[in-house]
């Protein structure tokens, strides 16, 4: 073999060396999990999910990843006292309540007067320690209020998590496809902690 054939062949070992180096990088940088970006909230869940986008502004930062089928949403409110704490906690819980309320047709007609969910689409408490925990269905927008079978493509656990140390109020929601159970999910939020 002629010396310019070994420096060739190092040449191009090399740079399968870096492409592949490379694209190790690459890839660890480009699929973060919410465990890595999340600040104060550590658990074995959030290494589950990999972070697709995240947004923040005064106080608040919100992020979202994604398992295979499955979809995560974290809020995060910061520098708060107990009093603030509360009122945030209390606003989100009335207002989704208020999405499930018997409310008067617009339209009142000889079938119906009102609009009414049935109890199986209401929010299901499974859980007030450690954390607030809500079983809850979702529309393949990840939104709540669904009131027919049809329109349900996720089940949701909704938890707040609250930081007191911290500061830190967290809303955190798993949504799970509609035929997967929820229990593991449920018990893996119940494992979440606050950290400094």
């Given at each position: 073999?002629?010396?310019?054939?070994?420096?060739?062949?190092?040449?191009?070992?090399?740079?399968?060396?870096?492409?592949?180096a490379f694209s190790g990088w690459y890839f660890l940088h480009?699929?973060?999990?919410?465990?890595?970006?999340?600040?104060?909230?550590?658990?074995?869940?959030?290494?589950?999910?990999?972070?697709?986008?995240?947004?923040?502004?005064?106080?608040?930062?919100?992020?979202?990843?994604?398992?295979?089928?499955?979809?995560?949403?974290?809020?995060?409110?910061?520098?708060?006292?107990?009093?603030?704490?509360?009122?945030?906690?209390?606003?989100?819980?009335?207002?989704?309540?208020?999405?499930?309320?018997?409310?008067?047709?617009?339209?009142?007609?000889?079938?119906?007067?009102?609009?009414?969910?049935?109890?199986?689409?209401?929010?299901?408490?499974?859980?007030?320690?450690?954390?607030?925990?809500?079983?809850?269905?979702?529309?393949?927008?990840?939104?709540?209020?669904?009131?027919?079978?049809?329109?349900?493509?996720?089940?949701?656990l909704l938890a707040f998590i609250r930081c007191s140390a911290?500061?830190?109020?967290?809303?955190?929601?798993?949504?799970?496809?509609?035929?997967?159970?929820?229990?593991?999910?449920a018990q893996a939020l119940a494992a979440l902690a606050c950290?400094?």
């Open positions: 073999m002629s010396p310019r054939s070994k420096v060739l062949g190092l040449v191009a070992l090399l740079l399968s060396l870096l492409a592949l480009r699929q973060r999990l919410l465990s890595l970006v999340l600040p104060g909230l550590t658990g074995p869940l959030l290494d589950e999910f990999i972070l697709d986008e995240s947004l923040s502004g005064t106080g608040k930062a919100q992020y979202f990843g994604h398992a295979a089928e499955r979809r995560c949403k974290i809020t995060v409110w910061e520098e708060l006292g107990v009093e603030a704490q509360d009122k945030i906690l209390k606003e989100r819980l009335f207002a989704l309540h208020a999405m499930y309320r018997s409310l008067r047709s617009p339209y009142p007609g000889a079938l119906s007067r009102n609009i009414h969910c049935d109890e199986r689409f209401k929010p299901q408490l499974l859980a007030e320690q450690p954390h607030l925990l809500y079983l809850l269905h979702a529309t393949e927008r990840l939104t709540y209020g669904v009131c027919e079978e049809a329109a349900i493509r996720y089940r949701s911290t500061g830190r109020l967290f809303q955190v929601e798993v949504f799970l496809p509609t035929g997967e159970p929820h229990e593991a999910t950290v400094r």
